[in-house]
Protein backbone atom coordinates (compact mmCIF):
# COMPACT_ATOMS: atom_id res chain seq x y z
CA UNK A 1 0.00 0.00 0.00
CA UNK A 2 3.05 2.13 0.05
CA UNK A 3 2.38 3.33 -3.63
CA UNK A 4 -0.88 4.91 -2.75
CA UNK A 5 -0.38 8.92 -2.44
CA UNK A 6 -0.69 9.28 1.82
CA UNK A 7 -3.51 11.44 1.22
CA UNK A 8 -6.01 9.12 0.27
CA UNK A 9 -3.89 6.00 1.50
CA UNK A 10 -7.17 4.86 3.62
CA UNK A 11 -9.65 5.07 0.92
CA UNK A 12 -6.91 3.17 -1.37
CA UNK A 13 -6.91 0.17 1.47
CA UNK A 14 -10.47 -0.13 1.54
CA UNK A 15 -10.69 -0.33 -1.80
CA UNK A 16 -7.97 -3.16 -2.16
CA UNK A 17 -10.13 -5.33 0.31
CA UNK A 18 -13.35 -4.89 -1.77
CA UNK A 19 -13.06 -8.21 -3.22
CA UNK A 20 -12.95 -10.13 0.39
CA UNK A 21 -15.67 -7.63 1.75
CA UNK A 22 -17.88 -8.46 -1.35
CA UNK A 23 -17.81 -12.00 -0.16
CA UNK A 24 -18.22 -11.82 3.32
CA UNK A 25 -22.27 -10.24 1.88
CA UNK A 26 -22.72 -13.36 -0.20
CA UNK A 27 -21.62 -16.03 1.80
CA UNK A 28 -23.96 -16.14 4.77
CA UNK A 29 -26.98 -15.78 2.41
CA UNK A 30 -26.10 -18.33 0.58
CA UNK A 31 -24.92 -20.50 3.58
CA UNK A 32 -27.86 -20.32 5.49
CA UNK A 33 -30.23 -20.99 1.97
CA UNK A 34 -28.21 -24.28 1.61
CA UNK A 35 -28.43 -25.35 5.35
CA UNK A 36 -32.03 -24.45 6.02
CA UNK A 37 -32.57 -26.57 2.71
CA UNK A 38 -30.66 -29.28 2.48
CA UNK A 39 -28.48 -29.36 5.74
CA UNK A 40 -25.28 -28.76 6.49
CA UNK A 41 -23.36 -31.48 4.11
CA UNK A 42 -23.79 -29.28 0.76
CA UNK A 43 -22.15 -26.35 2.05
CA UNK A 44 -19.42 -27.78 3.66
CA UNK A 45 -19.01 -29.66 0.12
CA UNK A 46 -19.23 -26.23 -1.12
CA UNK A 47 -16.28 -24.92 1.07
CA UNK A 48 -14.30 -28.09 -0.05
CA UNK A 49 -14.71 -27.92 -3.39
CA UNK A 50 -13.79 -23.60 -3.63
CA UNK A 51 -10.68 -24.10 -1.33
CA UNK A 52 -9.61 -26.87 -3.68
CA UNK A 53 -10.50 -24.40 -6.65
CA UNK A 54 -8.03 -21.51 -4.89
CA UNK A 55 -5.21 -23.62 -4.45
CA UNK A 56 -4.90 -24.77 -7.61
CA UNK A 57 -5.55 -20.80 -8.57
CA UNK A 58 -2.61 -20.22 -6.24
CA UNK A 59 0.04 -22.80 -7.40
CA UNK A 60 -1.18 -22.46 -11.34
CA UNK A 61 -0.20 -18.06 -10.60
CA UNK A 62 3.17 -18.95 -8.60
CA UNK A 63 4.30 -21.89 -10.34
CA UNK A 64 5.43 -25.26 -8.70
CA UNK A 65 8.46 -25.53 -7.08
CA UNK A 66 10.13 -29.33 -7.11
CA UNK A 67 11.22 -31.09 -4.79
CA UNK A 68 14.53 -30.72 -4.40
CA UNK A 69 13.95 -26.86 -4.26
CA UNK A 70 11.25 -26.97 -1.38
CA UNK A 71 13.44 -29.21 0.37
CA UNK A 72 16.76 -26.37 -0.07
CA UNK A 73 13.77 -24.00 0.84
CA UNK A 74 13.12 -25.78 4.31
CA UNK A 75 16.63 -26.29 5.21
CA UNK A 76 17.23 -22.45 4.34
CA UNK A 77 14.86 -21.28 6.60
CA UNK A 78 15.28 -23.25 9.41
CA UNK A 79 19.52 -22.11 9.45
CA UNK A 80 19.15 -18.58 9.08
CA UNK A 81 18.94 -15.54 11.52
CA UNK A 82 15.75 -14.82 9.66
CA UNK A 83 13.72 -14.69 13.07
CA UNK A 84 15.94 -13.21 15.21
CA UNK A 85 16.55 -10.34 12.75
CA UNK A 86 12.81 -10.04 12.33
CA UNK A 87 12.17 -9.78 16.54
CA UNK A 88 15.47 -6.93 16.13
CA UNK A 89 13.88 -5.04 14.09
CA UNK A 90 10.05 -5.12 16.31
CA UNK A 91 12.09 -3.85 19.41
CA UNK A 92 14.05 -0.98 17.29
CA UNK A 93 10.32 0.14 16.52
CA UNK A 94 8.61 -0.69 19.28
CA UNK A 95 8.03 2.95 19.91
CA UNK A 96 6.09 3.24 16.93
CA UNK A 97 4.30 0.12 16.83
CA UNK A 98 3.38 -0.83 20.05
CA UNK A 99 -0.16 1.54 18.81
CA UNK A 100 -1.66 -0.11 16.36
CA UNK A 101 -0.67 -3.57 17.65
CA UNK A 102 -3.01 -2.61 20.66
CA UNK A 103 -5.57 -1.02 18.09
CA UNK A 104 -5.65 -4.17 15.75
CA UNK A 105 -5.32 -6.77 18.85
CA UNK A 106 -8.74 -4.98 20.20
CA UNK A 107 -10.58 -4.67 17.35
CA UNK A 108 -10.19 -8.16 16.05
CA UNK A 109 -11.41 -9.10 19.56
CA UNK A 110 -15.20 -7.46 18.71
CA UNK A 111 -14.59 -8.63 15.00
CA UNK A 112 -14.20 -12.43 15.84
CA UNK A 113 -16.54 -11.70 18.99
CA UNK A 114 -19.59 -11.62 16.88
CA UNK A 115 -19.12 -14.93 14.73
CA UNK A 116 -20.48 -16.49 17.87
CA UNK A 117 -21.95 -14.14 20.03
CA UNK A 118 -24.36 -13.33 17.30
CA UNK A 119 -25.47 -16.82 16.18
CA UNK A 120 -26.03 -17.76 20.03
CA UNK A 121 -28.04 -14.69 20.60
CA UNK A 122 -29.98 -15.47 17.23
CA UNK A 123 -30.82 -18.77 18.30
CA UNK A 124 -31.93 -17.90 21.82
CA UNK A 125 -34.63 -16.27 19.94
CA UNK A 126 -35.79 -18.89 17.35
CA UNK A 127 -34.17 -17.29 14.24
CA UNK A 128 -33.89 -19.93 11.64
CA UNK A 129 -30.87 -20.16 9.45
CA UNK A 130 -31.87 -18.24 6.20
CA UNK A 131 -33.47 -15.87 8.57
CA UNK A 132 -29.30 -15.45 9.99
CA UNK A 133 -28.05 -15.50 6.52
CA UNK A 134 -29.78 -12.70 5.47
CA UNK A 135 -28.93 -10.69 9.10
CA UNK A 136 -24.89 -11.63 8.67
CA UNK A 137 -25.40 -10.58 4.65
CA UNK A 138 -26.83 -7.81 4.89
CA UNK A 139 -24.94 -6.89 8.28
CA UNK A 140 -21.39 -7.77 6.02
CA UNK A 141 -22.45 -5.04 3.71
CA UNK A 142 -21.02 -1.71 5.61
CA UNK A 143 -18.02 -3.42 4.67
CA UNK A 144 -18.08 -2.97 1.31
CA UNK A 145 -18.05 0.53 1.93
CA UNK A 146 -14.69 0.68 3.99
CA UNK A 147 -13.74 3.07 1.52
CA UNK A 148 -16.05 6.25 2.82
CA UNK A 149 -14.92 5.44 6.11
CA UNK A 150 -11.32 5.86 4.98
CA UNK A 151 -11.76 8.93 2.43
CA UNK A 152 -13.35 10.32 6.09
CA UNK A 153 -10.09 9.20 7.96
CA UNK A 154 -7.98 10.93 5.06
CA UNK A 155 -10.06 13.84 5.22
CA UNK A 156 -10.39 14.56 8.92
CA UNK A 157 -8.03 12.44 10.79
CA UNK A 158 -7.40 9.14 11.45
CA UNK A 159 -7.98 9.28 15.03
CA UNK A 160 -10.54 11.64 15.13
CA UNK A 161 -12.48 9.07 12.76
CA UNK A 162 -11.34 6.12 15.27
CA UNK A 163 -12.10 7.89 18.64
CA UNK A 164 -15.79 8.38 16.96
CA UNK A 165 -16.53 4.84 15.90
CA UNK A 166 -15.20 3.98 19.26
CA UNK A 167 -17.91 5.94 21.11
CA UNK A 168 -20.93 4.94 19.20
CA UNK A 169 -19.97 1.36 19.27
CA UNK A 170 -20.07 0.89 23.01
CA UNK A 171 -24.26 1.88 23.53
CA UNK A 172 -24.92 -1.23 20.37
CA UNK A 173 -23.55 -3.60 22.16
CA UNK A 174 -25.65 -2.82 25.32
CA UNK A 175 -28.74 -2.65 23.44
CA UNK A 176 -28.10 -5.54 21.85
CA UNK A 177 -28.13 -7.77 25.55
CA UNK A 178 -31.47 -6.22 25.99
CA UNK A 179 -33.56 -7.27 22.46
CA UNK A 180 -35.26 -10.49 21.99
CA UNK A 181 -36.86 -9.99 18.68
CA UNK A 182 -34.75 -10.77 15.63
CA UNK A 183 -35.92 -7.95 13.40
CA UNK A 184 -34.19 -5.58 15.88
CA UNK A 185 -31.20 -8.16 16.99
CA UNK A 186 -30.54 -7.39 13.24
CA UNK A 187 -30.94 -3.84 12.59
CA UNK A 188 -28.26 -2.71 15.64
CA UNK A 189 -26.27 -5.86 14.08
CA UNK A 190 -25.80 -3.62 11.08
CA UNK A 191 -25.45 -0.89 13.20
CA UNK A 192 -22.48 -2.04 15.16
CA UNK A 193 -20.90 -3.35 11.99
CA UNK A 194 -20.99 -0.64 10.63
CA UNK A 195 -19.29 0.85 13.10
CA UNK A 196 -16.14 -1.65 13.55
CA UNK A 197 -16.19 -2.05 10.10
CA UNK A 198 -14.81 1.74 9.38
CA UNK A 199 -12.33 1.25 12.05
CA UNK A 200 -10.70 -1.38 10.16
CA UNK A 201 -9.15 0.45 7.41
CA UNK A 202 -8.15 3.34 10.05
CA UNK A 203 -6.70 0.68 12.12
CA UNK A 204 -4.58 -0.63 9.18
CA UNK A 205 -3.62 2.78 7.55
CA UNK A 206 -2.13 3.88 10.90
CA UNK A 207 0.39 1.09 10.71
CA UNK A 208 1.22 1.66 7.16
CA UNK A 209 2.09 4.93 8.16
CA UNK A 210 4.02 4.47 11.04
CA UNK A 211 5.83 1.24 9.76
CA UNK A 212 9.17 1.96 8.21
CA UNK A 213 9.05 1.27 3.98
CA UNK A 214 12.20 -0.97 3.82
CA UNK A 215 10.61 -3.40 6.48
CA UNK A 216 6.64 -3.21 5.75
CA UNK A 217 6.40 -6.78 4.50
CA UNK A 218 8.55 -8.33 7.81
CA UNK A 219 6.61 -5.99 10.19
CA UNK A 220 3.33 -6.91 8.42
CA UNK A 221 3.61 -10.39 9.68
CA UNK A 222 3.66 -8.99 13.15
CA UNK A 223 0.73 -6.69 12.53
CA UNK A 224 -1.04 -10.46 11.80
CA UNK A 225 -0.03 -12.05 14.74
CA UNK A 226 -1.32 -9.55 16.66
CA UNK A 227 -4.89 -9.22 14.55
CA UNK A 228 -4.79 -13.18 14.67
CA UNK A 229 -4.41 -13.27 18.49
CA UNK A 230 -7.21 -10.66 18.77
CA UNK A 231 -9.54 -12.92 17.00
CA UNK A 232 -8.81 -16.17 18.78
CA UNK A 233 -10.09 -14.69 21.68
CA UNK A 234 -13.26 -12.71 20.43
CA UNK A 235 -15.17 -15.89 20.31
CA UNK A 236 -13.45 -17.67 23.61
CA UNK A 237 -14.21 -14.80 25.56
CA UNK A 238 -18.32 -14.55 24.34
CA UNK A 239 -18.33 -18.40 25.01
CA UNK A 240 -16.92 -18.69 28.30
CA UNK A 241 -18.91 -15.87 29.38
CA UNK A 242 -22.08 -17.19 27.98
CA UNK A 243 -21.35 -20.67 29.47
CA UNK A 244 -20.30 -19.54 32.86
CA UNK A 245 -22.63 -16.33 33.30
CA UNK A 246 -24.95 -15.00 30.70
CA UNK A 247 -24.80 -14.51 26.84
CA UNK A 248 -26.28 -10.54 27.83
CA UNK A 249 -22.90 -9.79 30.06
CA UNK A 250 -20.66 -10.99 26.76
CA UNK A 251 -22.17 -7.97 25.02
CA UNK A 252 -21.46 -5.96 27.94
CA UNK A 253 -17.83 -6.76 27.69
CA UNK A 254 -17.48 -6.34 24.27
CA UNK A 255 -18.67 -3.02 24.89
CA UNK A 256 -15.76 -2.60 27.56
CA UNK A 257 -13.11 -3.82 24.38
CA UNK A 258 -14.66 -0.83 22.36
CA UNK A 259 -14.24 1.74 25.29
CA UNK A 260 -10.42 0.19 25.08
CA UNK A 261 -10.19 1.56 21.81
CA UNK A 262 -11.80 4.77 22.66
CA UNK A 263 -9.12 5.07 25.25
CA UNK A 264 -6.05 4.65 23.26
CA UNK A 265 -7.59 6.76 19.88
CA UNK A 266 -7.90 9.87 22.40
CA UNK A 267 -4.36 8.59 23.45
CA UNK A 268 -3.50 9.19 19.94
CA UNK A 269 -5.74 12.04 19.04
CA UNK A 270 -3.30 13.91 22.48
CA UNK A 271 0.23 12.91 21.28
Sequence with gaps: M?????????????????????????????????????GFQVPFLLWIFASTLSIFVFYSYIGLEIKQSISESVEDLLHRQTYADEWHDVKENWGEL????????????????????????????????????????VAA????????????????????????????????????????????????????????????????????????????????GFFEFFKHSGQTIGPTLAGTIASIWTLQLSFLTAAGVALGILCFSLYGLRN
Design 2 to 38: KSADEEVEGESLSIFLLGVDLAVVIGPMMGGFLIESY
Design 98 to 137: WFPFTLVFLYSIIFSFYWLAIPLLLDQVGTGYIMMGIIFG
Design 141 to 220: IPKVFQFLFGELADRFGRMKVLSGLALLLPPVLVSMSFFTEALALGILFFVARTFSSGMSPVIQTEFDARCPDELEGELT
